[in-house]
């Protein structure tokens, strides 16, 4: 008699695998096959996961058409399955995963769309963190102030993108029929800040210093060795970010730990 | 029905009249409408995360009760529960502080994967008690009695040995859990497996059920002959559960009973007039114990 854990592993394989099917022994069938009992479950697992996809990317889905959307998640659910039973979370990966497909090789902006995509979807469903109130500093011993590091609000998320993602999936889900045509999809690279903003999800270009200050700020770098950048902007690049509530918190420890979600 | 502002916020109990299950397609509608509905349920994993929906949720409790619906605990995993998942519910019930809080009696992780649906159990020994292990571990974190519900059922496993009614019971008995009936399961399962729908609503133990859920399916057509029926929530509820529904209030009393929509969801009018539905079957039953004590 199969253990339960034998069992459930068995029917992962036959629902990520339509080829192993050993479960099926284990079910009994009578005039409807086990291997079609078992197919209504694959369905259902297919059609939820594909959905969420289907939410989170929804100018991919466009750009590649609901057919080929349909294909590439299938692949993608089987070899990425979720890892957590909230779907909020759940594709990531598939950016990286459509750029690699040959099939997406006449998109070549594709993969960028696809990261601006999640970078709003993790905007939108990030947990709820109060602003960092620049008053909050006030009692911090200036001897330990060159030795502050913030943290980033969870929604924050900054991109390097090769193509102009921002512009395409506003011009794609725009919906017009030729929205392609006036996107200078080779118009070089673009650098964004992607973050909620009371209920609203909102992205920013950036030139490429405040980028890289943002980069340094959000990675840990610590306020002193921000400030011996030497750049006027810096403390004008700072002010902006408590203005704009892209920071969430700040220590002065120095361990180097901060959680670093930011691509 | 119960009109919102029957209850004051702090009553969080779950009336026993018609709710609702809320999807996003209606939050907009039901926070500019205030439709009167006796309670709403909503999916807990929908609202794990901060933002939008979440603000939607603290607004809608403000005027009704709320239950917490979970699709992903996966009560039946040998692998015991994701604590970082049930950490996630934990935290949301501290925050709506629902009236009922429920998980379905089956399994959807294995080896830290998440498969997307409610997978069927063997109804075993060992199955038994990897559930009540799960649900001993649930209660304790969320410092509350769950329901636990009935699934719909596609298929059965060879080994077998305990009749899905007899495990349900025995769950609530050993764990003191609440049982969920979900009266759509039990017509497809009952049509799928040839079992006595009447028998199994029989068997459940009264005292445990708190509450009921309708839902509509449809009866797939395989050729030869065959078919089987799916539990897919995506059109009004059938006659013939609607029956099994009035033998289940004539055997349970007045429960709160959820009117459950997910696929092509209709306008809030139409949701609203099938709990509609419900509610006067609701009223009836009251009538009937009434009758019944005078």
């Given amino acids: 008699m199969p253990t339960l854990r034998e069992i459930q592993r068995g029917f992962r394989d036959s629902l990520l695998d339509s080829g192993r099917e050993a479960i099926a022994g284990a079910i009994a069938g009578d005039e409807i096959a086990a291997v079609d009992r078992l197919c209504i479950h694959r369905n259902t697992m297919r059609s939820v996961l594909t959905g969420s996809l289907r939410l989170s990317y929804p100018a991919v889905d466009r750009l590649v058409g609901g057919d080929f959307f349909d294909m590439a998640a299938a692949r993608f659910i089987r070899t990425h399955p979720p890892v957590s039973g909230c779907l909020d979370d759940y594709g990531e990966a598939f950016a990286a995963f459509l750029q690699a497909m040959p099939e997406t090789a006449g998109l070549p902006y594709l993969g960028d769309v696809a990261r601006y995509e999640w970078a709003l979807t993790r905007a939108a469903h990030a947990e709820d963190r109060a602003a960092l109130d620049l008053m909050a500093l006030g009692d911090i011993a200036p001897a330990l102030h060159d030795g502050l590091r913030f943290m980033p609000h969870p929604s924050v998320s900054l991109l390097d993108l090769d193509y102009p993602a921002d512009a395409i999936a506003d011009a794609v889900m725009a919906g017009a029929d030729d929205a392609m045509a006036g996107i200078a999809v080779s118009s070089g690279p673009v650098r964004l800040v992607v973050d909620r903003a009371g209920d609203g999800v909102r992205s920013e270009r950036l030139e490429a210093d405040a980028f890289r200050f943002l980069q340094a700020l959000f990675g840990g770098q610590t306020l002193g060795a921000l400030a011996a950048w030497g750049d006027s902007d810096v403390a004008r690049y700072l002010a902006e970010q408590f203005t704009k509530g892209r920071l969430a918190g700040f220590t002065t420890e120095p361990a180097a730990s901060l959680s670093g979600s930011l691509s | ?294």
Wanted: glycine content about 8%; charged content about 25%.
């Fill in chain 2, 1 to 294: 029905m119960t009109g919102p502002g029957a209850s004051p916020p702090s009553d969080r109990a779950i009336p026993a009249s018609a709710g609702i299950g809320l999807r996003f397609q209606h939050h907009e509608a039901v926070l500019r409408d205030r439709p009167r509905i006796g309670w709403m349920e909503v999916h807990s994993e929908n609202y794990m995360g901060g933002g939008v929906p979440l603000r939607c949720l603290d607004a809608i409790r403000r005027d009704y009760s709320v239950s917490l619906h979970g699709v992903a605990l996966s009560l039946g995993s040998a692998d015991g529960l994701d604590s970082a998942h049930l950490d996630r519910l934990a935290a949301l019930t501290q925050r709506i502080e629902p009236g009922l809080v429920s998980e379905h009696l089956a399994w959807s992780v294995v080896d830290g994967t998440y498969l997307a649906d409610l997978l069927p159990l063997p109804m075993t020994e060992e199955a038994l008690e990897v559930v009540c292990r799960n649900v001993d571990i649930a209660q304790a974190r969320l410092r509350r009695r769950i329901l636990v519900e009935n699934p719909s059922s596609y298929l059965r496993y060879r080994h077998a040995t305990i009749p899905e009614w007899v495990f349900l019971a025995e769950v609530s008995r050993r764990t003191g859990c609440g049982l969920l009936c979900d009266v759509n399961n039990i017509y497809v399962s009952a049509c799928n497996h040839g079992f006595d729908a009447a028998a199994y609503l029989a068997a459940l133990p009264v005292a445990a059920v708190a509450e009921i859920h309708l839902a509509g399916h449809t009866r797939r057509d395989l050729g030869e002959g065959r078919s089987i029926r799916i539990d897919d929530h995506g059109s009004p509820v059938r006659a013939e559960v609607w029956a099994l529904y009035e033998a289940a209030l004539a055997r349970f009393g007045r429960v709160p009973t959820l009117i459950e929509w997910d696929n092509d969801i209709p306008p809030l009018p139409i949701l609203l007039a099938e709990a509609g539905k419900a509610e006067r079957r609701l009223a009836k039953a009251g009538e009937a114990r009434h009758a019944d004590a005078a």
